[in-house]
Nanobody, 120 residues
Framework: QVQLLESGGGLVQPGGSLRLSCAASGYIFSINAMGWYRQAPGKQRELVAVVSSGGSSAYADSVKGRFTISRDNVKNTVHLQMNSLKPEDTAVYYC??????????????WGQGTQVTVSS
């Protein structure tokens, strides 16, 4: 089995920073894309940022220039550095990874979610 374990959420004032981390463990042959999604109360889950195994990244327009996604292919981790946080960034943030097992079957995995609250 594969697990994604997230950490780093919390309460921060507007303009502040937080760093989210996600570590994948278990029956892993390789990890394709890794990303972060978020879901605010009453809203649909949305993509925040994604990074390919080769390091190419893409961001939602709402976070461009403020958030940076990075990954460590040796440690099977992905991080989201969030700067200049705004109240509208408040949401539960979920880690996502497309993981291949030794039989080359690709499965989409999700973390349990970590709360980020931006408030004064």
């Amino acid at each position: 089995q594969v697990q994604l374990l997230e950490s780093g959420g919390g309460l921060v004032q507007p303009g502040g920073s937080l760093r989210l981390s996600c570590a994948a463990s278990g029956y892993i042959f390789s990890i394709n894309a890794m990303g972060w999604y978020r879901q605010a109360p009453g809203k649909q889950r949305e993509l925040v940022a994604v990074v390919s195994s080769g390091g190419s990244s893409a961001y939602a327009d709402s976070v461009k220039g403020r958030f940076t996604i990075s990954r460590d292919n040796v440690k099977n981790t992905v991080h989201l550095q969030m700067n200049s946080l705004k109240p509208e960034d408040t949401a539960v943030y979920y880690c996502n990874a497309a993981i291949s097992d030794w039989a080359m079957k690709v499965t989409d995995y999700w973390g349990q979610g970590t709360q980020v609250t931006v408030s004064s």
